[in-house]
Nanobody
Framework: EVQLVESGGGLVQTGGSLRLSCAAS????????IGWFRQAPGKEREGVAC????????YYANSVQDRSFISSNMGKATVSLRIDGLNPEDTAVYYC???????????????????????WGRGTQVTVSS
């Protein structure tokens, strides 16, 4: 059974940092890309960051570029996402998801396109207080 379980959400003050974790099981973790998405109240879900586990190539959305870091732990089949400089606009339910990466030019790439992701976790709430 495929499982993706998020953890690390909570209440954080503006300017603070948070480290989210996604624990994966039931599929070939090293052959997949793991993406983080978020959905704020009343808004559509959006991509935040992803990483292709095949060669650990990351990709970040503009909204978190330069203040976030995504990494994989192959031995534990987990992906972590750290976001610094949190602000109230970062308040959302954060989901991790798994997809096959894109192979191009000798490297593997992930994409923050929801329809490419086959497996999803249930999400973890992140609330940033002002």
């Amino acid at each position: 059974e495929v499982q993706l379980v998020e953890s690390g959400g909570g209440l954080v003050q503006t300017g603070g940092s948070l480290r989210l974790s996604c624990a994966a099981s039931g599929f070939a973790f090293d052959e997949y890309a793991i993406g983080w998405f978020r959905q704020a109240p009343g808004k559509e879900r959006e991509g935040v960051a992803c990483i292709s586990n095949a060669d650990e190539t990351p990709y970040y959305a503009n909204s978190v570029q330069d203040r976030s870091f995504i990494s994989s732990n192959m031995g534990k089949a987990t992906v972590s996402l750290r976001i610094d400089g949190l602000n109230p606009e970062d308040t959302a339910v954060y989901y991790c998801a798994a997809s096959r990466p894109t192979y191009y030019g000798g490297s593997y790439y992930c994409r923050l396109m929801e329809d490419r992701y086959n497996y999803w976790g249930r999400g973890t709430q992140v609330t940033v207080s002002s």
